[in-house]
């Protein structure tokens, strides 16, 4: 296998995604892709594992609460602070407790542009946006603006990372090594073979 078909990323179906009964639905997307599934396992994550999670990336801060910051901006609502670190450790507080509210079933799926094509099918962070056709556009119906008011976490089914730097470090921090399961799946062939001279006798 070449280093590109060996992408990998870390998907998260949050407690919400496990109480709507959508497992089986979410993982069936992500299969049929042709991405291949090498590790899953279902946890209740601690605080402190979320906590972690979220700060693999040291950028995330400031990144979220400026996305915050415009959602209020866009709906004419008084934020509770200017700062965008501000608002993203109250996102940060809401995900701790969103996220450790009960199971969640943690996967990596390794391929080709993993990290994209998985970011793709997920579709983005608020429901009531998300592209019809993508994860968090069919199956479920939040808003930014709705969780602000309520003070908690946007519900949108779905952790997917969102760069190969990130699903490195994420990966580190759910699984072990040994977790990660080394195989070939025979779908693979046709996916990155470059003559495709196995098919006929
Ligand atoms: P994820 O990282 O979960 O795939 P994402 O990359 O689309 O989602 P981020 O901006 O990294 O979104 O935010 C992480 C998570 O924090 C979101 O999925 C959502 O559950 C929650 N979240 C983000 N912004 C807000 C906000 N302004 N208010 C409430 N919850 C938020
Ligand atoms: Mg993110």
């Known amino acids: 296998m070449v280093d590109i078909q060996k992408e990998k990323t870390l998907i998260i179906i949050k407690p ?22 090498i590790a899953m396992k279902m946890v209740i994550p601690t605080g402190e594992l979320v906590d972690k999670h979220y700060n693999v990336d040291p950028e995330w801060p400031q990144k979220v609460g400026t996305k915050a910051l415009a959602s209020y901006e866009r709906t004419g609502k008084t934020p509770p602070s200017t700062d965008p670190l501000v608002l993203a450790s109250n996102v940060l507080n809401g995900l701790i407790s969103y996220l450790s509210s009960g199971p969640v079933v943690v996967m990596v799926w390794q391929g080709m542009h993993a990290v994209g094509i998985v970011r793709k ?11 019809v056709g993508t994860i968090r556009g069919d199956f479920t119906i939040d808003s930014y603006e709705v969780a602000d008011i309520a003070n908690r976490s946007v519900r949108n089914l779905i952790h997917a990372s969102s ?39």
Do not use: H
Request: glycine share 6%.
């Open 163 to 201: 760069s190969t730097e990130e699903s490195e470090k994420e990966i580190a921090l759910w699984f072990r090594s040994e977790e990660l399961m080394n195989y070939r799946l025979f779908n693979e062939t046709v996916l990155y073979d470059t003559n495709l001279d196995c098919l006929l006798d």
């Open 121 to 131: 099918i997920t579709g983005s962070t608020e429901p009531l946006s998300s592209d």
């Open 16 to 37: 919400d995604g496990v109480q709507r009964t959508l497992i089986g639905e979410i993982i069936k997307r992500y299969e049929k892709t042709g991405l291949k599934l």
